[in-house]
């Protein structure tokens, strides 16, 4: 993880400052900081987007390929995440340095959306037995400010909202299956990720916890809570990250809060993807150029 | 009908407990006005800033075919004959005299290595610092075991500008009272190029709070400093919660800092005053919103000229 | 993905015959009973012994009826890298399933699974240790599942750290490890293989398990993970039945130190026996 190195009085300042449920910006134990997104930012991919959560920056990729299906799930496509720490963010991430961190996100991922009802892999489905759509799903970090978990399932799901995929029209002749594959960019399929989840992260500073925690707070945490929110509130991922241990109640305290932030930054989301997505061709796109 | 309203309040505790604001990139207006004609001096490298020989080389510059060209995306400054271009975005170039804030990353052999942002990391040695229990206390060998007891790993300190080294390393001394180890607060991280030179680095605002502004672009925002009691050099720190009220002046003014430094807007104690009282309409949260902050540097840079500081 | 070339890795192309068997779509608890006769509650027995690796500092092996882990620990050792300096120590976690001990054939390397394990399986361990006892130094542990049927992750925390004890670490408590099924009302402790959940079964809302790793003295949580969409009211009752059920294990784990040191001790006094009779002749 990228660290920052506190003096122990600056901790004492932020423990005591969560407790009173006024943080360093001035923000509450529930407030996210500015959030940003935007979809549609590269053009060679099926579906992208990109998320700047105060200075956490986020860009996802989606390229979708044809493959054939593993034998355990016959009539179903599948997701694949790849996380990719640049060196960009910090010189840490060089060579293999961002590797834990990286494969830390990717599972939670898999984790997060390892259910039916929160992404069907059936509409990737081309012929049953045969054919499916691989969603390759590339993360990319591109400059580490704190929360990675909650940017990153943000920017993911914003990123398979945007996802279209082409039209397939599959003809038997005479036994020989054939496939066309559409080249209109207009002629395509978009895909159901409504039910998708957020994940949402709860550090425990002192006797509270926080939602959004910036790098300064992370370091003053010894467990954190990070789980996967539906826009209806189930849970479909629970982890504990960290050395330190949670009391039962604690947890059930930081679930609740999850949970509840969880729905509120669904909606959110996906208000906010409904606007953009509304405003058209006619949005001012903005790309890299900040 | 009182149940129903016993719900409503919950609804709404519930709301207002959680705040989430996304945006979409597209929406943001462009904050950035239109800085082209007004600054003619911005060079970039490789520009020739004079062919006239008569000049002296800066910071910034270099000497070629006898016309001095820019080595450094900046603004060209001129004194006298001295020719220098102060880049936007730098490191710390350290002068004697300047106050700094700095943190701690190794404890050494009777001196410890501290990060001001510069290129190199400063030292701090055992014989410039003053230890607790009187100015003039000569360094024993036991001073020299309980170094890490004095200053460890990560703990900040403001100090000032000693001496320089041959490779521009900077040697830092804290042997006044109103230097040394910093208590709680918050530390504030900006580019060095846009804190003003003062007389005094250090201001007790009177919105409640003290702040620091070090010369290195680290800025220290705490709460008041009681100038008679507390200016042990540090060592004793007050670990006590800070009241709430005090705390959300301490984030406004962190706020306003970073919005002064977005905006690329001088800091010197006026302007850090002038942003914290254009932002007193709006509450704390609200200040890191961008177009909040365009509002409020935008009301205190006109006070300010206007007033003419 | 990196090969290795110096194993025998067998042709790629080759599937398990099982991937073909349809699957029954129904668990069979929610017809009748489960499928070993236990009540939803209740654990299988379990037979845990430590000191089994002789070579090792500490190690320990759990049994839980098919499921069985082994778990050595090695060190503390004086960290290799430099560049990990720190006042604390440092723990490293290897979670491994033997290639031949689930229904599919595994690889020698570990898969993004067994790395998931083993990074859940430190978070476990880490809130139990005492690290500032062992600055610079780092202990391994390494944990193998010899073969699994179900709750691998669980048998796996709580052999770890009986291990750990064994070694002589120094520790605040022991983990003890339980994991759940949850299925639609119905919460069953210690699920087989065939009782676990898997994702590719088509399941609906509040289908998943729950693994838990409980510090049974201390009354606090080290490690809890999750898989499946569930409610937030039913996974609050998995956890509580969860740390419950740890918590029942707590005795098993003492007697199982207790066993191991007292024939330490007796193998002691035996020694001592032995000097007295050399003193004699």
């Known amino acids: 993880m990228v660290d920052v190195q506190l003096s122990d009085a600056e901790k004492v300042f932020i423990l005591h400052g969560v407790q009173d449920n006024c943080r360093e910006d001035g923000r509450g134990c529930e407030d996210y900081r500015h959030l940003e997104i935007e979809t549609s930012v590269m053009s060679n991919t099926n579906g992208s987007a990109r998320v700047r959560l105060a200075n956490t920056d986020i860009l996802v990729g989606v390229k979708a390929e044809l493959g054939t299906p593993s034998p355990e799930k016959l009539n179903k496509g599948r997701i694949e995440f790849f996380v990719d720490c640049s060196a960009n963010a910090t010189p840490e991430f060089e060579g293999r340095g961002g590797e834990d961190l990286a494969t830390d996100i990717s599972n939670m991922l898999y984790r997060a959306y390892d259910c039916p009802n929160c992404f069907d892999l059936q509409q990737l489905c081309v012929i049953p037995d045969q054919q499916c759509w691989i969603l390759y799903v590339d993360i990319l970090l591109l400059e580490c400010g704190g929360n990675l978990f909650d940017a990153t399932s943000l920017a993911v799901k914003a990123a398979l909202f945007n996802t279209s995929i082409p039209t397939v029209t599959v003809t038997k002749d005479e036994g020989v299956v054939d496939l066309e594959i559409s080249d209109d960019p207009y002629d395509v399929q978009r895909l159901d990720m409504k039910s998708s989840p957020c994940i949402v992260t709860l550090s425990k500073v002192g006797h509270s916890h926080v939602v959004d925690a910036s790098q300064k707070e992370e370091c003053c945490t010894l467990a954190r809570l990070i789980m996967g929110v539906t826009e209806k509130g189930t849970i479909t991922a629970l982890k504990k990250e960290g050395s330190g241990s949670l009391d039962p109640t604690s947890i059930e305290d930081m679930m609740e809060t999850g949970r509840r932030v969880g729905e509120s930054l669904n909606k959110c989301l996906m208000d906010a993807l409904a606007e953009e997505e509304r405003q058209g061709t006619k949005k001012k796109s903005l790309g890299f150029l900040r | 009908m009182i149940i129903t309203h016993l719900n409503l309040g919950i609804l709404l505790t519930r709301i207002w407990r959680s705040m989430v604001d996304v945006r979409i990139a597209g929406a943001r207006s462009s904050t950035k006005p239109n800085v082209s004609a007004e600054i003619s001096n911005l060079v970039t490298p490789g520009d020739v800033i004079t062919a006239d020989t008569g000049f002296m080389r800066g910071h910034g510059t270099y000497m070629e075919d006898e016309k001095l060209y820019a080595s450094v995306a900046g603004v060209v400054e001129r004194v006298n004959k001295l020719i220098c271009v102060k880049p936007l975005k730098t490191r710390y170039n350290g002068e004697i005299g300047d106050v700094v804030i700095g943190r701690i990353l190794e404890v050494g052999t009777r001196r410890w290595k501290v990060d001001t942002h510069a290129k190199l990391d400063s030292v701090l040695m055992l014989s410039s610092v003053n230890l607790p229990g009187g100015e003039l206390r000569r360094r024993s060998e036991e001073d020299e075991k309980m170094m890490r007891h004095y200053l460890k790993e990560g703990d900040l300190i403001s100090a000032e500008v000693q001496s320089l080294f041959s490779d521009g390393a900077l040697s830092l001394h804290t042997r006044s009272l109103k230097y040394g180890k910093l208590s709680q607060g918050q530390l504030v991280s900006i580019s060095p190029s846009l804190i003003k030179r003062r007389k005094t680095h250090f201001h007790n605002l009177p919105c409640g709070a003290s702040i620091i502004l070090g010369n290195n672009g680290y800025v220290w925002i705490c709460p008041t400093i009681n100038e008679e009691v507390e200016q042990t050099g540090g060592y004793e720190q007050n670990l006590e919660p800070i009241q709430k009220s005090d705390r959300e002046v301490i984030a406004r003014l962190r706020n306003c800092v970073l919005a002064l430094a977005e905006h690329k807007m001088m800091l010197y104690d006026t302007s850090v005053l002038y942003t914290f009282e254009a932002s007193l309409r709006y509450s704390v949260k609200e200040t890191v919103k961008p177009e909040v902050m365009a509002d409020i540097i935008e009301v205190a840079q006109q006070r300010l000229e206007r007033e003419g500081t | ?281």
């Open chain 3, 1 to 281: 993905m990196p090969t290795d070339s110096r194993r025998l890795t067998g042709p790629e192309e080759t599937k398990s015959p099982y991937a073909y068997v349809k699957q029954k779509k129904k668990l069979q608890v929610l017809t009748g009973k489960r499928h070993d006769g236990r009540s939803p509650e209740t654990l299988r027995p379990i037979f845990l012994k430590a000191d089994v690796v002789s070579q090792a500092r500490g190690s320990a092996y759990i049994e839980q009826d098919n499921t069985k882990v082994m778990c050595a620990v090695y060190g503390p050792r004086e960290v290799g890298r430099k560049e990990d300096f720190s006042m604390k120590g440092i723990i490293n976690c290897v979670f491994k399933y033997a290639t031949f001990s689930c229904r599919y054939r595994r690889s020698y390397q570990q898969d993004s699974e067994e790395k998931d394990m083993s990074v859940q399986l430190l978070d476990a361990l880490e809130p139990a240790v005492c690290m500032h006892k062992f600055p610079k130094a780092q202990v391994d542990i390494y944990v193998t599942v010899l073969q699994n049927d179900g709750s691998a992750l669980a048998a796996a925390i709580t052999c770890a750290s009986v291990a750990l004890a064994n070694a002589g670490v120094d520790m605040y408590d022991l983990v003890a490890g339980c994991s759940v099924r949850i299925a639609d009302n119905l919460v069953l402790v210690d699920p087989t293989e065939s009782e676990e959940y898997k994702s590719q079964d088509d399941n609906p809302v509040n289908h998943g398990s729950v693994t838990l790793g409980y510090m049974p003295s201390l009354y606090q949580v080290s490690a809890i993970t999750s898989k499946g969409e569930i409610e937030f009211e039913v996974i609050k009752k998995a956890i509580n039945l969860c740390g419950n059920t740890s918590q029942t294990l707590y005795p098993v784990l003492q007697k199982c130190l207790n066993n191991s040191r007292f024939s330490l001790s007796l193998r002691f006094s035996l020694s001592l026996v032995r000097y007295h009779f050399c003193v004699q002749f």
